[in-house]
C-alpha cells in the first residue's frame, strides 16, 4: 500500500484490508466529497439505481458496497427492505451514526454472510471495481439472489463521446485529486480512486462479465453520458 504525509491509497491489485483501510481514511466527509465531485450528480444516480431495480413493497434488497449507507437509505424509499453490507467499518460507523435507522453490517463482496436465494434483488455501487476478483463478486451476488431476482450494478464506465471522454479523463487524472485534497479528509485515496475508474472495463465487457457469472437478459443504460453505467440482470 502506498502512503504518503496525507494519507494512504490502495494499489490496483485491490488486496480487501488495503481497499478497506483506505475508505477507513475516507469516511468522515466521504459523501460530502463525492458530492462535490460529481457536482451532485451522485444523487440521480442513486434514484436511477433504486428505480432500474424495481422494487416493491415487502421485497429484499441488499446493498453491497454499501459504505455510510446513503445508497441503502434510497433504496429503502421504494418500501423494500433494504440491508447494506460494506468492507469498511471506519465507513459503517459513520453510516451508523448519520443513519442509525438504516440496517448496516459488515460483509465482504465475495463471502457475503446470508444464505442462499435470500434476495429478490442485489446491487452494487460504485465498488465492484475495487474488489479484486470481480467475476467471483458477481457470482457471490447471484449465489444470495433468488432465481429471477435483479442485479443492477452502478458503475463508473467509458463516456461514448471521444472528445467529452478525453476531457473526462484529464479531470480524473489531474482536477479529480486537486479537488479532493479541498474536501476530502484523505486526498490521496482519490489517486487511487481516479486510476481505479480508469482502468475499468467499458460497458459491453462488463456486460460480457455479468452473462458470464451466472445472469442473464443483461443490458446496459448510460448515465450522464456514460460516465456512469447502470447495468441490470436477471438471475437464471
Known amino acids: 500500500m502506498s502512503r504518503t504525509p496525507q494519507g494512504q491509497r490502495a494499489s490496483l491489485d485491490k488486496q480487501p484490508h488495503e481497499v478497506a483501510a483506505m475508505f477507513d481514511g475516507v469516511a468522515a466527509r466521504y459523501d460530502l466529497t463525492n458530492t462535490v465531485l460529481s457536482f451532485g450528480q451522485d444523487r440521480s444516480w442513486r434514484r436511477a439505481t433504486r428505480a432500474a431495480l424495481g422494487l416493491r413493497p415487502g421485497e429484499r434488497v441488499l446493498d453491497v458496497g454499501a459504505g455510510t449507507g446513503v445508497s441503502t437509505e434510497e433504496l429503502a424509499h421504494s418500501g423494500a427492505y433494504a440491508v447494506g453490507a460494506d468492507l469498511s467499518l471506519g465507513m459503517l460507523q459513520a453510516g451508523k451514526r448519520t443513519r ?41 451476488l447471484a ?94
Request: some cysteine; glycine content about 6%.
Open 100 to 140: 442509525p435507522s438504516v440496517p448496516l453490517l459488515a460483509g465482504d463482496a465475495l463471502r457475503l454472510p446470508f444464505a442462499d436465494a435470500s434476495f429478490d434483488a442485489v446491487t452494487i455501487s460504485f465498488a465492484l471495481r475495487n474488489v479484486n476478483d470481480t467475476d467471483a463478486a458477481l457470482a457471490e
Open 143 to 236: 449465489r444470495v439472489t433468488r432465481p429471477g431476482g435483479r442485479l443492477v450494478v452502478c458503475e463508473f464506465s467509458t463516456p461514448v463521446n471521444p472528445a467529452f471522454r478525453t476531457v473526462y479523463l484529464s479531470y480524473l487524472m489531474r482536477s479529480l485529486p486537486a479537488v479532493a485534497r479541498a474536501v476530502s479528509s484523505n486526498p490521496d485515496a482519490y489517486v487511487y480512486l481516479a486510476e481505479s475508474i480508469r482502468a475499468w472495463p467499458d460497458q459491453a465487457a462488463l456486460a460480457g462479465r455479468i452473462g458470464a457469472a451466472g445472469w442473464g437478459r443483461v443490458a446496459w443504460r448510460n448515465l450522464t453520458g456514460g460516465v456512469v453505467a447502470l447495468h441490470r440482470a436477471v438471475r437464471n
